[in-house]
């Protein structure tokens, strides 16, 4: 717990301790042991007689954590405190201290216990008590304890309370009834009427008593008092009609059918003017079958919809929203006569007022219209769709090209009803038809940012299907697709990549063939889509390099440097799992974010400004006078190189993944592509080149290697490495030998954090390895600590180490205890392991 005492919530300072000391523990065991010493210092203190109120108070507090807090060790018998618990609520002043006092028995003791007489009789004296308080935290508990002993014991006074003046006593002598005696048949019958009586009061918070309690109560004799509340709402002509409504459609009450009429009755006299009675009459009746409703309507010769028809000419939004609200909530054969027997209630001038609410200002009122029409005539929204697509004009602006493309989206999702892949192919279709075949278009970004919002607001397997489906359009070398669909597709296939069953290969090979044809800005997304598939596919087709080679050639600079990425890293795809390890999230956006990163620290720890400037003179020689020596090592011979302008070829792939010259072990087994490495010509590329070690740990790898190459020959030795005493010095803190683990370890100890994993020591060890650190592991079966997996962190940047151990537990878990020094490794380590 790394929050001081005053920042914790921790009841006292004893309360605080505990937290850190069990926080702190090595492992679940220790932590149980912790608790149950307390428990047992607990238990010493409540024995001492004429224990304080205060003194109580606090020790059940700290036991309730304990029992919370234990986690592998059953619990001792804790009936040593229930007797203290009952004295607390029953002798407690304040209504907090009765509150942990009832509290403690209500969580721990058990139903049967002896103590439950006592517990009992305390209930029904603060049932009894003048104090508003102590009523209701009674019915509080009685509610959260309904046993066979109390209801007896309490049925006097809670029947004499559900006619309390006080309205929060009222409401929970309600609610407490119903929890003590809802199954007897004789007792729901008595509540019902007490709560059909007080809805006959006019007082409004005496309904609205009634009503808060009938909503909740799921019962056919709760449904009767609702539509008894109601008929008689109407009869008086009382205000409470909408708090009736709310209770029947909050509560998800059953509308009896034969109050319909009543509904129906509300309709006609709330409709003008309108308001939010209107609404809530009309979605009670979206609940009932339509037949019901069409059977009240010919009874009543009433139509619902015909109320309304008043509100298609206002030119107010907001009526026509409760117009179209209020529409959607009926059945189509209610009101369009689209059905055998059904009459149309709206004459052709009105329907053609509907229709007009398509072209609405008002986001909302044109989907709800849309839905309304299509489920009236699917054919009056295809219509509706091709008038649309032909008033589209190649002079339309971005912006509003944009915003009628968004109109045509709305039509879109209502044709498909959830079908992903009508949906892709309506997509494609529509930008198809409006971006036709041009070149220079610019991308539509509103109409991105909806289609990305849509899918996302669908299930996984609706998800996958519908970017597959996608995906197969790009695959596909001869079909056109516009920029704005492109940058939908990559956005989507990079958010759901080894997901969709499309081969990442096909999609890099159908991908490159549409790239000459894009905008700049386009073809980077293609890009960086292409480098995402790279830690995907195991292959990349030939014709691809060519393909992004020529794009080299002819491109500006930001997408030349785009395409080196792609040639360089499409020989080194663990590097690009690797950076999609580190990005947030899924989606494109953050992918980029993790290669720029991931690119800017490598950049950092080969700047030149990290190495020592060479005085010179005029002439450029290093003067005699300067303070810093000159030396000589000896070193190997440099093998011969592949030229960078071959440097992407196939023969060079295969020569960098199978000739052992090309690696060099270092001391974990890693193994460091050096003749990539020196294949790199320019900064950009070298910071590419470089996969997870820094220089530090190649200038180790060439150091350690020296001794051997003292014996070469004249020819070899006249090649020299010109270095700098700063450098010798480097070599020397180099050869210094590391701590041990164990001293790392009891040096941190003011930084230790632990945890559980469910997951084995061995995948979190891989998943640290993912984090590029330098690390040191020790096995179970060696000191120090043995039976725990130790891994100490080398190199960090800050100059400190971490360490991390790691026990066995159930199955594929493990405890972790770790420390470190350096803030912002600690948390990097530590939401990493919590986040397993």
Known sequence: MDVPFISSGAMNRVHYSLVRKVEAASSAQAADQILLNEIEVIRTTLAQPHLSVKACKESLILLLYCTMAISSTSLSDLSFAFRHAINLAEQGRSVLDKRIGYTFCVELMPPNHELQLMLVNTLRKDLESASVGYMCLAMDVLMQMPHEDVAPAVHT??????????????????????????????????????????????????????????????????????????????????????????????????????????????????????????????????????????????????????????????????????????????????????????????????????????????????????????????????????????????????????????????????????????????????????????????VLENCVERVLNYVRKLDVASRVSLVTALAIYVIEVEAHIGPTLIVIICALVCEHCGKISASPSEIIRGMVTKLNSLTPSVQDACLLLMLRLLAECNTVPEEVYKAVQELSRSAGSHIRRRCEQFLILSLQRHIVADIVSRASSTSLPDFVVALTNYQSNIASKLSPHNTPPLATDSSGRSPSGSGNKLRYDAYAAPQPVPSLRRLHSPRLEKRSLSSPRNTASGENGTVTYLNELACMATPGELTLAVAEHSFDNIQTSQVSHRSDRAGMNDKESVMDLITLDASAATDDVDRSPEPTFEEVWNSMEKSNVRGWCEVSMDAVVRLLQSLQFHMRVIAVDQPPFEGELKVLVLGLPSGKYAALRLRDGDGDSCLWRFRCDDLETRTTIKRLLENI
């Open 157 to 442: 006074r809670l029947k004499s309370l559900l006619h309390d003046k006080n309205e929060f006593v009222r409401r929970r002598a309600y609610m407490a009834y119903y929890v003590l005696f809802n199954k007897d048949p004789d007792h729901a019958q008595h509540l019902e009427e007490v709560l059909t009586h007080a809805n006959h009061s006019p007082a409004p918070d005496i309904i609205s008593c009634g009503l808060i309690v009938a909503s909740k109560l799921q019962s056919e004799s709760m449904a009767r008092l609702l539509n008894s509340c109601l008929r008689h709402a109407l009869s008086g002509n009382s205000d409470s009609v909408q708090t009736i409504l709310r209770a029947f459609r909050n509560g998800k009450v059953i509308l009896d059918p034969i109050s319909i009429p009543l509904i129906l009755d509300v309709i006609k006299h709330s409709s003008d003017p309108p308001g939010q009675v209107l609404i809530d009459a009309f979605s009670l009746l979206s609940t009932v079958p339509s037949g019901v409703i069409r059977q009240s309507q010919a009874k009543l010769s009433f139509s619902p919809a015909a109320s309304i028809r008043h509100l298609l000419t206002s030119g107010d939004p907001n009526e026509q929203y409760i117009f179209i609200s209020c529409l959607s909530c009926l059945d189509p054969s209610a009101w369009a006569g689209n059905t055998p027997g059904s009459v149309a209630v709206f004459d052709e001038w009105e329907v053609q007022q509907i229709i007009k609410l398509l072209d609405s200002r008002d986001g909302l009122i044109r989907k709800m219209t849309l839905k309304i029409l299509y489920s009236v005539d699917p054919g009056i929204i295809t219509a509706y769709y091709a008038q649309l697509v032909q008033q589209i004009q190649p002079g339309f602006s971005v912006a509003l090209k944009g915003e009628h493309i968004l109109h045509l989206f709305d039509i879109v999702e209502v044709q498909c009803q959830g079908d992903p892949e009508q949906y892709a192919k309506h997509l494609k279709d529509l930008l198809m038809t409006v971006e036709g075949k041009e070149r220079a278009l610019s």
